[in-house]
């Protein structure tokens, strides 16, 4: 039923605290490997699956609900996490993800820039995807381009290279008409969300305009000057909202 599972992971599995880390459109689970070393560093054990139709694993259903039913073995026997994070189609995912969250254990998740609704925009997010996915640029010119170390654009690169644009297709033709904000509004009593909306000048995917209001337990933040690859550009921002046990003083 869950054809060629596959995951990162850090840190060791007695660890206090748990993290599950979902990636986007393209990317991998290696993709994590900054972030993951900084939540092992504060006594994380760090999980990340690769998604259906990336890392070479195969997938014909691309549908939201089926991409979040593939993720379910990582929650048998009532398996829980202190922290969710997705970025970009792993935010949306982790959406879906809540009907299989343990009640009796609080989670915090965190999207960063989730593309929520795409009405108008499908096809101009798709052809850059597209795009970025054929026409692969080197490590250096986008270490020159988009500012990240040289190990977040190494892996970034290689992350392209193990995602067909099959996948890229079916995504989106899946998941016609991509409209995902609803999945905010009735947030369980043992979940909190916080949204890390990248800046709209920086190409942002998504809008703070379409998250709901007044929706309790549910938090938005916008990065200025920040890209969509939050994790990549602005990392202290995701640990920032990680609670972390003070330094005895």
Not at 6 to 30: D, E, F, N, V, Y
Not at 138 to 146: G, K, M, N, V
Request: charged share 20%; hydrophobic share 40%; aromatic share 8%.
């Amino acid at each position: 039923m869950y054809p060629s599972i596959s995951a990162s992971q850090w840190g060791s599995p007695t660890a206090p605290k748990k993290a599950l880390l979902i990636h986007g459109l393209t990317a991998w689970s290696g993709s994590w490997e900054g972030l993951a070393q900084r939540l092992v560093a504060e006594g994380f054990f760090v999980i990340a699956p690769n998604l259906l139709g990336h890392a070479w694993r195969r997938g014909t259903d691309y549908r939201m609900s089926t991409l979040a039913e593939d993720l379910r073995p990582y929650f048998n026997k009532d398996t829980s996490y202190d922290v969710i994070i997705g970025h970009s189609l792993g935010g949306t995912i982790a959406l879906s993800l809540l009907q299989f969250l343990p009640k009796t254990k609080e989670t915090a998740i965190i999207l960063l820039d989730p593309p929520l609704e795409l009405e108008g925009t499908t096809e101009m997010i798709k052809s850059w995807i597209l795009n970025e996915a054929t026409n692969i640029k080197t490590i250096e010119d986008l270490a020159a381009d988009r500012g990240w170390s040289r190990r977040d654009c190494t892996l970034h690169v290689l992350s392209v290279l193990m995602c067909d644009r099959t996948t890229v297709e079916g995504i989106f033709s899946h998941n016609e008409p991509w409209s995902f904000s609803g999945l905010l509004k009735n947030i369980p009593p043992h979940v909190k969300i916080t949204v890390l909306a990248s800046d709209p000048k920086a190409g942002a995917f998504c809008d703070p305009e379409h998250i709901p209001c007044d929706v309790e337990r549910l938090n938005v933040r916008v990065l200025p000057g920040i890209g969509h690859c939050i994790q990549c550009e602005d990392p202290d921002a995701i640990m920032d909202l990680i609670q972390l046990p003070r330094a005895k003083l």
